[in-house]
């Protein structure tokens, strides 16, 4: 009991200190000098030796210009034995900010000497240095630390600095020597790296960061330099390139693997790039050795034929199709097969009820829930093209049961609205969309919310909801491929329902079957005219993306395509599209961006 009065005291002087802190950083974030000087230095006066508040004290001496009460502090500091090093370069600051340069350039390099007597301070004055946007004085602090001690490696942060003085050659030599050393990963070198290049391989950088990699490769033929430069191939949509790269990594692997150039040839496809995607994927059908990678290489050769050849390959991929199946049969690990070929004979030979028995087959094989789920969404999607909506909403509703917390549940879920849609059971489409609007997935949400609001902004204003039942039929056409059939009910709506709210959905609809078409014109008609007579509609930021892409990617006309873009960024910056409109915009403006 004896020692109670002790213990209660240091308490008691504990909660004090803790709240003098607490006081002297609330009066510094609020800028309030003044009063926070008072706290710390009752705090540095009861406790000289933490820096952190001594530090707070001359913060609070330099802001309000009482420069010769920093110094004294400071210089006391210094006069201690084994003193810390990072007060000379805070008194150098200290000089620096009455403009006595020469003083605060003898505090730097004594700071310096420091880091050449014992190299570990070189991390710690290196990044005191950067604090005051020193970084002549952090580099020479880092270099020195390292030739002193081989074992520390501060390439990362002399990368940094190099990248801000704008010494990019220099900072892509600090990377790569990074990796060289293994001290960090492929990947967080490369996030560093991409904010500095572009897509074009004449930019000054990529063209430095080219020849960087290429020199380590004459130097070592390390399979990293080959990655390295397979990634900025493809950062500069050089596939053919990139493919050459990879070859060679395959070539040279032990393991054989197929992973990268699979993932090489994915790319290439979602950016349009079909011919050197076939070429990819030719080369992985003949160089796979097992049956889901065959499968899949050549699924996708089928799939490339029927964008680069449309009718003209029907008849050979149907034949290619009845070859694969004869060859691969009915099993689990071959349902990509079977999906593909009932998507083929239904959509592209309008065969549906023989597509609906060979997946209706599948289903009798022992399947896990998640893959018997992927057949009965394709199931769903043949019977909505034979218009067999209460079979196609079973086939759905069941999927959404199985996988309610799964991205598939929650698709499953929209194909039942979307399905009810076409059926005219608007009233239950709404009903499915309310709970999608917040999905997880920000695509299925969106496009949940655009058909919501096609609905809930049509069928209170029409009590005959005319206009909505064939704007649904237009749609079903659409998606039946019949987009002749489909663009000539739209113009019906346009026609008899001008100025009505759903002129606008039949517009865009209607522009995007152009442009499946290649009828591009027609297609920008359609956009300029939502931007103009609906330029506060939900759908006017829709409009001005696709005629962006329209003009960046079709029409060639760079200036009309920052237009648009330009568009989103400053009138709907709440849009799905503002992200990738500034991104866009950025790099049609020479940016570099991420």
């Known amino acids: ?100 340069q020469q003083e605060a350039e003898a505090q730097y390099q004594l700071a310096v000497n420091a880091v050449r007597q014992r190299p570990n301070h070189g991390y710690g004055l290196g990044v005191r240095f950067q604090k005051y946007a020193l970084l002549d004085w952090a580099l020479q602090a880092y270099q020195l630390a390292m030739e002193g001690n081989p074992d520390l490696d501060y390439n990362l942060q002399m990368a940094r600095i190099y990248g801000e003085q704008g010494h990019i050659g220099q900072m892509y030599d600090s990377y790569l020597q990074l990796l060289e050393n293994g001290k960090t990963s492929q990947a967080k070198v490369l996030r560093q790296i991409e904010g500095f290049i572009n897509d074009d391989p004449e930019n000054g950088n990529n063209q430095l960061l080219r020849k960087s990699i290429l020199k380590r490769l004459q130097k070592d033929p390390n399979p990293l330099w080959n990655e390295l430069l397979s990634w900025l191939f493809v950062q500069q949509n050089q596939f053919k390139q990139a493919f050459i790269q990879e070859k060679a990594l395959y070539k040279r692997s032990s393991e054989k693997s197929l992973a990268r150039i699979e993932n090489l040839g994915r790319h290439s496809f979602s950016v349009k790039e079909f011919a050197i995607a076939h070429d990819i994927f030719e080369f992985m059908a003949k160089e796979a050795n097992d049956v889901p990678t065959t499968l899949r290489a050549q699924l996708t050769l089928l799939q490339i034929d029927g964008i680069q050849n449309g009718d003209k390959s029907i008849a050979k991929r149907a034949d290619q199709f009845e070859k694969m199946m004869a060859t691969y049969g009915y099993q689990a690990a071959t349902l990509d097969l079977q999906l593909a070929y009932a998507k083929f004979l239904t959509f592209t030979q309008d065969k549906p009820e023989l597509a609906s028995r060979i997946l209706k087959k599948c289903l009798k094989l022992p399947l896990d829930r998640y893959t018997k789920a992927k057949v009965k969404m394709g199931l769903g999607d043949i019977l909505v093209y034979d218009q067999r909506f209460n079979q196609a909403l079973i086939q759905y509703s069941q999927v959404q049961k199985n996988l309610k917390n799964d991205v598939m549940g ?185």
């Open 1 to 100: 009991m004896k020692y109670w009065p002790l213990v209660l005291f240091f308490l008691i002087t504990s909660q004090l200190m803790g709240q003098d802190d607490f006081l002297a950083k609330q009066y510094v974030k609020e800028g309030n000098f003044e009063k926070a000087v008072v706290f710390y230095e009752r705090l540095t006066k009861k406790q000289p030796n933490r820096h952190d508040y001594t530090e707070g004290l001359i913060q609070c001496y330099q802001q309000l210009e009482r420069y010769q009460e920093s110094e004294a502090l400071l210089k006391g500091l210094l006069e201690r034995p084994r003193p810390y090093p990072a007060f000379h370069i805070e008194l150098g600051y200290n000089y620096a900010l009455q403009n006595k």
């Open 410 to 594: 929650q698709n499953a879920r929209f194909k039942v609205a979307q399905t009810s849609f076409y059926k005219g059971d608007f009233d239950w489409a709404l009903e499915q969309l309310k709970v999608l609007r917040g999905s997880a997935s920000q695509l299925i949400a969106n496009d949940a919310m655009q058909l919501s609001l096609l609905i809930s902004d049509n069928v209170f204003m029409d009590s005959t909801q005319t206009a909505l039942k064939t704007y649904a039929r237009a749609d079903l056409l659409a998606y039946q491929n019949e987009n002749d059939k489909a663009i000539v009910l739209l113009q019906t709506i346009m026609d008899e329902h001008q100025g009505k709210s759903i002129e606008d959905e039949a517009l865009l609809k209607q522009a995007k079957l152009y442009e499946m078409q290649g009828k591009f014109d027609q297609a920008r008609l359609n956009y300029m005219k939502i931007a103009e007579f609906f330029p506060w509609d939900i759908l006017a930021d829709d409009a001005n993306y696709a005629l962006g892409q329209l003009y960046e990617h079709q029409l060639k006309d760079t200036e009309k395509a920052k237009a648009c873009y330009e568009k989103i960024i400053y009138d709907y910056q709440d849009s799905y599209y503002f992200p990738l409109a500034r991104k866009h915009f950025r790099r049609l403006r020479g940016d570099l961006v991420n």
